[in-house]
């Protein structure tokens, strides 16, 4: 998996932004969406526990019932965070066998649509991130 890292001025001198990225490979849509889903979910689950909040992961915690201000929850940000990436790895693992043939594809949206219900997707997004939005996919 390609790792780049960039040189970027800060109030505090340089800082060095590593960008670690691949591409995955999917011949269904239903399965793409479900890898971007979990994808987002770990970007979130490694900014709350490594960066300092910003507007934009605090815009994120509020399409989460159990992360948005007022909740009533007791686990932590990380706990919930990381139950939802391991729920968001099976119904990927379901998907992805659903997927596989012609037959169940159909399953396979269904599938889609109830890990959608059950895992909110969070659309987190860096600052001034180039790529757009996969909300309107979701």
Do not use: W
């Not at 040189?7 to 001198?13: K, M």
């Not at 959608?116 to 997004?125: C, G, I, N, S, T």
């Amino acid at each position: 998996m390609p790792i780049e890292a960039s040189l970027h001025e800060t109030a505090q001198g340089e800082l060095n932004i590593f960008h670690v990225f691949d591409t995955l490979e999917v011949y269904d849509g239903s399965l793409a969406l479900a890898i971007d889903h979990v994808i987002n979910h770990i970007k979130v689950l490694v900014s709350t526990v490594y960066l300092p909040e910003d507007k934009n992961l605090l815009q994120a915690y509020q399409k989460h019932p159990l992360l948005c201000k007022g909740s009533a929850e007791v686990r932590s940000r990380e706990r919930i965070l990381l139950a939802d990436c391991i729920r968001l790895l099976d119904g990927l693992v379901e998907i992805a066998k659903l997927a596989a043939y012609p037959e169940t594809v159909g399953q396979a949206r269904q599938e889609l649509e109830e890990l959608k219900a059950a895992v909110p997707f969070l659309d987190y997004r860096y600052e001034n991130d180039p790529y757009p939005s996969d909300r309107d996919r979701e």
